[in-house]
């Protein structure tokens, strides 16, 4: 406990000098057309700031990337000489005292950490913030801007003091100083982005925050997956996993065969089987504004069918995702007593799960929103690959997900066992509902990433 003070008060004496250490060098530093992109968080679990990021290169902007790297960004994002990333270390809470002085300290250290790093990097036009989480960052965002004469861009994907609202609940201390700061802290940018025209209006009316619509987009490489990938991909995740593994061996020895497909040895044609199960998944963060125990509910019906007759296939559920409640929801699982449906929880690397997306038959979507406001990222990448969706139902949803055009939405358990079988039966039915809803996404000609960002986010950046 002693020791942890007096580091404190070190780094309180430090500060100073560390600040005028940095200002000395911006002063002859400073270069034009460079932008700062902070990520309080895990880059490569955050797409939307690697796409930002990404356009903002292919614009002319050289970026300084911070964030946790705790996994591996796209390829694209790494191989771009415009782009630096900067990795910050996650600090964790002390093992000592109330878990409210514990927090507090926490976020004090990460204040100046934050400080210290953007101090020691060379100041840009503009510093990009992801939204949340804001706690300490958008303080030290508007701080340093102010310093050098950045501008500040609040990227708001939710509200911070709601998420922490799932955790403690709405009216819990915590959660109403989080939701002041953010408040007063996010009228100090000088832009603002968010993520639905919900989002926009809730800003507006309740916080006085003026913001621009950007809907995520899928970026380019979400797509429809070639069948001679889909093949070369399950036969990789079958090495670790065995939904993916063939069910029987080929008569020739030669064929090599996974769960869906097989490769014949003369010719290298890729065909799928006959008999093969279908592909269902679903992608998640493992939080509390997501209910799997819906989609295991929903599993145990679905098989009930299987076995009582219905004409359905066999069923592979992939959900792939990393978070706080996966050891939770992996014991669930481990607890259930499937015959007909095999689940598996998988971490992907970033250029395996748009193939993975490309190969499914069905995304399922258990996102609620913690303030109602934000809509899955996951589903909107699942359309790029013309992976029709059953989403959640939840208050602004509708904004992406078309009952009954490009997907179908659910309210409980048994409305999602309903769709499954209605779905998938007489699986593969090239006249399917199924089927129906994938020609429909193909036909919608998705607006991407890139596009999008041009008509939105670009004349932002270029005229202020």
Known sequence: MAASWLVFLALCLLLPLLLLGGWKRWRRRRAARHVVAVVLGDVGRSPRMQYHALSLAMHGFSVTLLGFCNSKPHDELLQN????????????????????????????????????????????????????????????CWFVGCLCGSKLVIDWHNYGYSIMGLVHGPSHPLVLLAKWYERFFGRLSHLNLCVTNAMREDLAENWRIRAVTVYDKPASFFK????????????????????FRA?????????????????????????????RPALLVSSTSW???????????????????????????????????????????????????????????????????????????????????????????????????????????????????KHEENGLVFEDSEELAAQLQMLFSNFPDPAGKLNQFRENLRESEQLRWDESWVQTVLPLVMDT
């Not at 101090?119 to 303080?139: C, H, K, T, V």
């Not at 429809?224 to 079958?238: A, I, N, V």
């Open 81 to 140: 000489n415009r782009i630096q990333i900067v990795g910050l270390t996650e600090l964790q809470s002390l093992a000592v005292g109330p878990r409210v002085f514990q927090y507090g300290v926490k976020v004090v250290f990460q204040a100046m950490y934050l400080l210290w790093k953007l101090m020691w990097r060379e100041p840009g036009d503009y510093i990009f913030l992801q939204n949340p989480p804001g706690l300490p960052s958008i303080a030290v």
């Open 287 to 401: 939080t509390e504004d997501e209910d799997f125990s819906i989609l295991l509910a929903a599993l145990e019906k679905f098989e009930q069918l299987i076995l009582d007759g219905h004409n359905l296939p066999s069923l592979v559920c992939v959900i792939t995702g990393k978070g706080p409640l996966r050891e939770y929801y992996s014991r669930l699982i481990q607890q259930k007593c499937f015959q007909r449906v095999q689940v598996c929880t998988p971490w992907l690397e970033a250029e395996d799960y748009p193939l993975l997306l490309g190969s499914a038959d069905l995304g399922v979507c258990l996102h609620t929103s913690s303030s109602g406001l934000d809509l899955p990222m996951k589903v909107v990448d699942m359309f790029g690959c013309c992976l029709p969706v059953c989403a959640v139902n939840f208050k602004c949803l509708h904004e992406l997900v």
């Open 224 to 243: 429809e997956t070639p069948l001679d990938l889909q093949h070369r991909l399950f036969m990789k995740l079958g090495g670790t996993h065995s939904p």
């Open 247 to 275: 069910r029987s061996e080929p008569e020739d020895p030669a064929t090599e065969r996974s769960a869906f497909t097989e490769r014949y040895a003369g010719s290298g044609l890729v065909t799928r089987l006959r008999e």
